[in-house]
């Protein structure tokens, strides 16, 4: 898969809290490739994310995947390519109620069509590549912020897609956590040959990274 940005523009909120938090920005993201984002508190990261994962459709210019601009597909090709090939995993973590971390994993197996007894042994090892083993059972709910977004990660990792999208992933884990799911994702990125990008001011994802994009300096 490619993902290129071609002149996007995007304008949000009315009167006093308009902003226009991207403009005329161009950015190609390679497969294979973790891109780390960049940029000051409200310079856009989480807006760029949106727009890239065809959540948000930008003002102005081009989001093109594999070259198709998203805005040209019917809004069923949109949702099955969100379902079916991005991966997403916001700040929150946007897991379901009263469910254990395994079971998020087997939930979403589960809805994007995978036999649950296919995955329910790739999920446990996920779980503990982000270092929750001891919490498989534990409902998520009774987790800390850091566990929980460590379950997205998870979750999205278990779909293998071909893009994926994770919004400041370690803001909520100590340094040697963050040094190891930096290093998780670019591992993964390589291996899967996915495009990754990540949104983040963490020097260890930055340096997990293979390129740096700054959005103040675009
Ligand atoms: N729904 C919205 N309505 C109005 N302004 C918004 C909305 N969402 C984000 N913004 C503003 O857009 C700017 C960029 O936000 P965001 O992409 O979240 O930045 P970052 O992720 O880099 O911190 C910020 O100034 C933010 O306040
Ligand atoms: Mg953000």
């Known amino acids: 898969m490619s993902l290129n940005l071609h002149d996007i523009t995007v304008t949000l909120g009315r009167g006093d809290s308009r902003t226009t938090p991207l403009r005329a920005l161009n950015a190609d993201f390679p497969a294979g490739r973790l891109t780390a984002l960049v940029g000051p508190s409200g310079s856009g990261k989480s807006t760029l994310l949106a727009v890239a994962g065809a959540l948000l459709r930008p003002?102005?210019?081009?989001?093109?995947?594999?070259?198709?601009?998203?805005?040209?597909?019917t809004p069923s090709a949109r949702a099955r390519l969100r379902r079916e090939r991005i991966?997403?995993?916001?700040q929150s973590g946007n897991l379901l109620t009263g469910l254990t971390a395994h079971e998020q994993l087997l939930a979403a197996a589960s809805i994007a069509g995978r036999p649950v007894r296919t995955v329910r042994e790739r999920a446990r090892q996920l779980l503990a590549d982000v270092g929750l083993e001891h919490r498989l059972r534990h409902r998520a709910d009774t987790l800390s912020g850091g566990e929980r977004q460590r379950i997205a990660i998870a979750r999205a990792l278990l779909l293998e897609p071909a893009l994926l999208l994770?919004?400041?992933?370690?803001?909520a884990?100590?340094?040697?956590?963050?040094?190891?799911?930096?290093?998780?994702?670019?591992?993964?990125?390589?291996?899967?040959?996915?495009?990754?990008?990540?949104a983040t001011h963490d020097p260890a994802v930055e340096k997990a990274a293979d390129r740096v994009l700054d959005l103040a300096s675009l």
Do not use: N
């Open 59 to 73: 003002d102005t210019g081009q989001v093109l995947l594999d070259g198709a601009d998203l805005a040209s597909l």
């Open 87 to 90: 991966g997403y995993v916001f």
């Open 166 to 171: 994770v919004d400041e992933p370690t803001a």
């Open 173 to 198: 884990v100590d340094r040697p956590r963050a040094a190891a799911l930096a290093a998780l994702l670019a591992d993964t990125t390589h291996r899967h040959g996915c495009i990754t990008v990540v």
